[in-house]
């Protein structure tokens, strides 16, 4: 069974730049989230995703992001336009629904440098 | 909200010797606690969880402990190895499915 999937690897962009990230979570996962990582600090919830619903975006920094989950499957977390705070790990993780939801599988995360 | 904090920061052992790393929560609704182990490179990886209603878990060489009166709970890594060494995070699960992490401590184990 494939993993989640991170899209692209690393991203290094300038101030005022657009990016988009994309996370293909595990078949069948009905709980997407998304969280990032500054430097040193601690991996911050972003917002959670149940199927193509927004469940919770609490976390998400400001209305520079767009997240969306179109269909239920894939997700994309797009930053517009970039300020250098943005810099960081971006990660996906994905849970089954039901009782299952415990254990959250994590992408390999996309490190997003803004210059 | 809830607020997590883990200590130590960085944590050097060696070879054989236990590792103890401890983080506190703030919310008693929390009611769930993974931690994950991230190695250089890779993925954060679940490695073991505990659940409100337990107060110790054990898994081979890791165990977790939980103190819900206190609000802390501790990951134990004894008979360490260096393929043990990587950043360690801790988390609580708040409201539903909301997980809020730990800093991560840095674990070095020396051969």
């Known amino acids: 069974e494939a993993g989640v999937t991170q899209f692209p690897s690393h991203s290094v962009i300038e101030k005022g730049q657009t990016v988009t990230l994309r996370c293909d979570p595990i078949s069948g996962h009905d709980n997407l989230y998304w969280y990032r990582r500054v430097m040193g600090k601690e991996i911050k919830f972003l917002l959670h995703f149940v199927k193509e619903s927004k469940q919770d975006e609490s976390g998400m920094p400001n209305n520079r992001f767009l997240a969306e989950r179109t269909g239920g499957t894939y997700s994309t977390l797009k930053v517009q336009p970039a300020e250098l705070e943005d810099s960081g790990v971006y990660f996906c993780?994905?849970?089954?629904?039901?009782?299952?939801?415990?254990?959250?599988?994590f992408g390999p995360g996309t490190r997003l440098t803004v210059l | 909200g809830e607020n997590v904090e883990q200590h130590p920061s960085t944590l050097s052992v060696q070879e054989g010797d236990s590792a103890v790393i401890k983080c506190t929560y703030s919310?008693?609704?929390?009611?769930?606690f993974p931690w994950y182990k991230q190695e250089l490179g890779k993925r954060p990886q679940l490695i073991i969880d505990i659940r409100s209603n337990v107060g110790e878990k054990k898994d081979q060489r890791i165990a977790v402990t939980l103190n819900k009166t206190a609000k802390h709970f501790s990951l134990h890594i004894t008979e360490t190895q260096p393929e043990d060494s990587a950043v360690y995070f801790c988390?609580?699960?708040?409201?539903?499915?909301?997980?809020?992490f730990g800093s991560g401590t840095k674990l070095n184990v020396k051969p």
């Open positions: 988390a609580a699960r708040y409201n539903f499915n909301k997980f809020y």
């Open positions: 919310d008693s609704a929390s009611n769930y």
């Open positions: 993780a994905s849970s089954p629904s039901g009782s299952l939801t415990d254990t959250q599988y």
